[in-house]
């Protein structure tokens, strides 16, 4: 069960003078969720296609359960499923109807297409909108069905490129919960996404792929361990105790690393968040101060993928810009 299902090695593309892959390498578990987190033109795409026989490579090899993706693509097909950024369902066809095709297109045993039809319209919460024309589904039931159809054929490998793209958070949280039971039943997930929440939620392993390479890997708390430690946030009621403190603080050991304007904050430090909090509440206390608060901020991966790549996510770039 140790055996990897995918292993990729050296994994090279170009098109033209445009270097996408400089030599990526991963190994995926069996029955492991496995994410890959990147900027846009991190190279995420381009590996997911390469994987499930839709691009070739350069060079270096992939393969999955070991076939050889380059040698065998059939092989590799018959293991793999792959869930795109969309829905890719038909509109016109009733969530029943585009399962019964897709056993039927799979060549499963006649008496077997409809059995598994059923048996996934209930495991996707599907089974009272059974005989609707899928175009009347929710963005969530149209998503929670593109991925009971990639399941039909009980593929070893399910590789969802950004799923959740799109979804209120009570689809994304839903689907989050179908990922974990897959790969509970054995399923290797592969998953790319450009929410880190759910990268820390779903993975066992996250890579971090920036300029072609893997830049950074490891669970979600070893990767959030590469960054500084925790600090300690301490917000004001007005903007002169913001810039009275944002002078008197290092005098009093507590070095200034960030200064919200906006939210009249700023942030320090925390090799000890208690003795930390103690010391910014004397600070306020000696020079009559007005806080609004104090809290301890603990490394996200955001601030992890800011480190490796140097780029904000689509998330909290979204977040911010939200806000103004």
Do not use: C
Not at 154 to 179: C, F, I, N
């Amino acid at each position: 069960m140790n055996d990897p299902m995918i292993a990729v090695r050296d994994l090279r593309k170009s098109y033209g003078s445009h270097h996408v892959l400089r030599g990526v390498d991963l190994t995926v578990r069996r029955g492991e969720i496995y994410a890959l987190l990147g900027p846009n033109g991190a190279g995420k795409t381009t590996t997911v296609n390469i994987l499930t026989t839709l691009v070739r490579a350069d060079s270096g090899s992939v393969t999955v359960a070991g076939a050889d993706v380059a040698k065998n693509p059939a092989q590799v097909r018959a293991l793999v499923a792959l869930t795109g950024q969309y829905a890719a369902v038909d509109p016109f066809q009733t969530g029943e109807e585009n399962l019964v095709m897709m056993g039927n297109l799979a060549h499963l045993p006649r008496r077997a297409v409809r059995a598994r039809a059923e048996e996934l319209l209930e495991r996707f919460d599907l089974t009272g909108a059974a005989r609707r024309p899928a175009s009347t589904y929710s963005g969530g039931m149209r998503r929670r069905l593109d991925l009971a159809i990639s399941l039909v054929a009980s593929p070893a490998v399910l590789v969802l490129d950004e799923p959740t793209t799109g979804l209120d958070p009570a689809s994304r949280a839903q689907l989050w919960d179908v990922v974990r039971d897959l790969a509970a039943d054995g399923t290797t997930v592969l998953l790319t996404t450009q929410y880190l929440e759910e990268a820390d939620r779903l993975a066992d392993t996250i890579a971090v792929l920036h300029d072609g390479v893997v830049a950074a890997r490891g669970t979600a708390s070893e990767l959030k361990a590469l960054v500084a430690g925790d600090h300690v946030r301490i917000a004001f009621e007005d903007a002169a105790s913001l810039r009275a403190a944002r002078e008197l603080a290092p005098t009093a050991g507590l070095p200034v690393v960030d200064v919200d304007e906006r939210d009249l904050a700023l942030t320090t430090p925390a090799a000890n968040p208690v003795a930390t909090i103690r010391e910014a509440l004397a600070l306020a206390d000696q020079h009559h101060l007005a806080l609004a608060g104090v809290s301890v901020v603990k490394p996200t991966l955001d601030d992890v993928f800011l480190a490796v790549t140097g780029a904000p996510t689509a998330a909290s770039t979204s977040s911010k810009e939200n806000a103004r």
